[in-house]
């Protein structure tokens, strides 16, 4: 199975939505219900807000694992820093292919910090501006499903997204287990 995500940037760099290929439906994975109260497609004002991060590759098939490791790094040299988080934990996706992805596992922080030369992690800032919000609970492989209807909706409405995502873990994902996560999807707009 191809991962939705793994063609997300592509599709977001096309003019129209139409001409992207989905994955049979038997090979996608079953939806999660949403709560009722959910925003799907709720259009936002991203605040750039200072991050400090790991940027890092992975493949689709251990995607979930690659980006918990990356944030274990995160939170590891944060603490040995004295770093506090100012917000729930995202990956910013950066690019995508059929197997792989390129991404930044970020934590908000309220202060610029000065890293040591060498540190393990990175200084920036998140994506600000217009962007359309969509939210998934449940498995993290069962993101495929919410990434169609979130592709369905850019169509419906004509819209054209950049070139980048992000993933908001409102729960914690090196604790919550993965059929329990609550992840708020961000999509840029052009």
Not at 25 to 31: E, F, I, K
Not at 75 to 80: Q, R
Not at 111 to 118: I, K, M, N, W, Y
């Amino acid at each position: 199975m191809i991962p939705l995500r793994v063609w997300w940037l592509s599709v977001a760099a096309a003019a129209t939505f139409s001409c992207v290929s989905l994955p049979p439906a038997s090979a996608q994975t079953a939806p999660v219900v949403a709560a009722p109260n959910d925003p799907f497609g709720k259009e936002v004002s991203l605040v750039e807000k200072n991050i400090v991060y790991v940027a890092g590759s992975g493949i689709w098939e251990s995607g979930f694992s690659t980006i918990v490791a990356a944030f274990k790094t995160v939170y590891g040299t944060m603490a040995k820093q004295g770093l506090k988080a100012s917000g729930a934990p995202m990956t910013i996706y950066t690019a995508t292919d059929d197997t792989s992805f390129q991404f930044r596992a970020a934590v908000p922080v309220e202060q610029v910090p000065t890293l040591p030369a060498g540190s393990e992690i990175a200084v920036g800032k998140a994506p600000a501006g217009k962007a359309l919000m969509f939210t998934h609970r449940g498995s993290y492989e069962a993101l495929d499903s919410t990434y169609e209807a979130v592709t369905d909706y850019l169509d419906e409405k004509k819209l054209e997204a950049k070139d980048l995502f992000i993933e908001l873990y409102m729960k914690d994902p090196l604790s919550t287990p993965e059929n329990d996560l609550v992840i708020e999807i961000y999509v840029p707009l052009k």
